[in-house]
């Protein structure tokens, strides 16, 4: 079975401090990989895509995906309080059409 | 406004009874699922569709049946089979080939 594990936290960050949030996942054929966030009590909310190796940039997210160590992560500079959430990873797996798999997401919490 | 929409917010089911929960999408996608959440617990998928007329079981298909007769909507109902149906449930559609899904605001279902 196709697996994507995070650490499920919680993630305490003091408030301005950068927040990683780690990612691995088992089918090495992966092509797509995808952040969500979900605050308590709410629905996920996508917040980054990112498909090729490297760093992908939007606002104070950086998405960070190295296929060859199959891992992806998530930066998040400047935390503020409101960005505390639990954060999904999902994968699209090779072979499954449109299927996502998500990891069971990593709580952040942004400290005053 | 382009979205998916949810409904009920909140169900109470009767121990024998069926449920069915609905799933409105106005993003003209292809691809619509099902997922369940549980306390501190990632996305379960239930059943996917990947066009009219056709659907496929997820991972903990049992105890529910789905539908998709329009390309808008996936209704899912909770059959009495489901001994556990107290949980989380979120919709969401995706365009095959972008790939990243969208949720609904979810409904969330209680045994009386």
């Known amino acids: 079975q196709k697996e994507v594990e995070q650490n499920s936290g919680p993630l305490s960050v003091p408030e301005g401090a950068i927040a990683s949030l780690n990612c691995t996942y088992s089918d090495r054929g992966s092509q797509s990989f995808f952040w969500y966030r979900q605050y308590s009590g709410k629905s996920p909310e996508l917040i980054m895509s990112i498909y090729s190796n490297g760093d992908k940039e939007d606002g104070r997210f950086t998405a960070q995906l190295n296929k060859a160590s199959q891992y992806v992560s998530l930066l998040i500079r400047d935390s503020q309080p409101s960005d505390s959430a639990t954060y999904l990873c999902a994968v699209k797996n090779t072979g499954t059409a449109s299927k996502l798999t998500f990891g069971t997401g990593t709580r952040l919490q942004v400290t005053l | 406004d382009g979205g998916i929409t949810q409904s009920p917010k909140y169900l109470f089911r009767k121990e024998g009874q069926n449920v069915t929960l609905s799933c409105e999408q106005n993003l003209n996608h292809d691809a619509m699922y099902w997922y369940r959440q549980d306390p501190g617990q990632g996305l379960r998928l239930i059943y996917y569709s990947q066009i009219v007329n056709d659907f496929q079981k997820g991972d903990i298909a049992e105890g529910y049946s789905v539908s998709r007769e329009k390309k808008e909507s996936f209704p899912l109902t909770v059959t009495s089979a489901q001994k556990n149906p107290t949980a989380f449930y979120l919709c969401?559609?995706?365009?095959?080939?972008?790939?990243?899904?969208?949720f609904g605001d979810g409904t969330r279902l209680s045994i009386l």
């Open positions: 969401a559609s995706s365009d095959v080939r972008s790939q990243p899904q969208h």
